[in-house]
């Protein structure tokens, strides 16, 4: 199995910062694309950033230009850096990756717990 566990949420007030950081662990052969989605309540979880192993990333419209994704391999651990945050970004936040377990496993999408990021004054 493949474990991910997700940290750095918390409280902060309009235009702060806080540092996601999200570790997998387990049984990894490969990791490919890591991300990062979100989900407020009464809505649908949505995309806020990707990252590929290479370090490609892609960002949401409402995110870009305030938010950051990093990964760093050697650790299988994925960041996101969030500056000028606004209450609209309030959402449990959940980490994901494609990962492959054996050499000639499938590749499988796996999920993280979540962590809380509210953004209130």
């Known amino acids: 199995q493949v474990q991910l566990v997700e940290s750095g949420g918390g409280l902060v007030q309009p235009g702060g910062s806080l540092r996601l950081s999200c570790a997998a662990s387990?049984?990894?052969?490969?990791?490919?694309?890591m991300g990062w989605y979100r989900q407020a309540p009464g809505k649908q979880r949505e995309l806020v950033a990707t990252?590929?192993?290479?370090?490609?990333?892609d960002y949401a419209d409402s995110v870009k230009g305030r938010f950051t994704i990093s990964r760093d391999n050697a650790k299988n651990t994925v960041y996101l850096q969030m500056n000028s945050l606004e209450p609209e970004d309030t959402a449990v936040y959940y980490c994901?990756?494609?990962?492959?377990?054996?050499?000639?496993?499938?590749?499988?999408?796996?999920w993280g717990q979540g962590t809380q990021v509210t953004v209130s004054s």
């Open positions: 994901n990756t494609n990962a492959q377990r054996y050499r000639f496993s499938p590749v499988l999408d796996y």
């Open positions: 387990g049984s990894i052969f490969n990791i490919y694309a």
């Open positions: 990252i590929t192993s290479g370090g490609s990333a």
